[in-house]
């Protein structure tokens, strides 16, 4: 059974930091790509950044040159450091993995990470 479990949100003041994780557990083959979505309250919920197997980038332009993701092979983590928070950055961030597992390639959701950024 495949399980992504994030790490890393909470309270921060406009401006600060913070740094997510999310680590992939179970028995799988490869980790074709992570991602890092977010849902704001009564908003649908938005991709923020991705990254390949071969760590080829994208962003969400709210984020581009504040938010960088970056990933762990040997251990199946994905990471996203956010800097400049803005209160419009505040949401439930959930981590998502597209990998092989059993044989078969499938798309997982972690169950989330409240982010919260104010004064």
């Known amino acids: 059974q495949v399980r992504l479990v994030e790490s890393g949100g909470g309270l921060v003041q406009p401006g600060g930091s913070l740094r997510l994780s999310c680590a992939a557990s179970?028995?799988?083959?490869?980790?074709?790509?992570f991602g890092w979505y977010r849902q704001a309250p009564g908003k649908q919920r938005e991709a923020v950044a991705d990254?390949?197997?071969?760590?080829?980038?994208n962003y969400a332009d709210s984020v581009k040159g504040r938010f960088t993701i970056s990933r762990d092979n040997a251990q199946n983590v994905v990471y996203l450091q956010m800097n400049s928070l803005k209160p419009e950055d505040t949401a439930v961030y959930y981590c998502?993995?597209?990998?092989?597992?059993?044989?078969?390639?499938?798309?997982?959701w972690g169950q989330g990470t409240q982010v919260t950024v104010s004064s």
């Open positions: 998502n993995a597209l990998l092989l597992y059993e044989g078969s390639e499938s798309e997982y």
């Open positions: 179970g028995n799988i083959a490869s980790i074709f790509a």
């Open positions: 990254i390949t197997s071969g760590s080829r980038t």
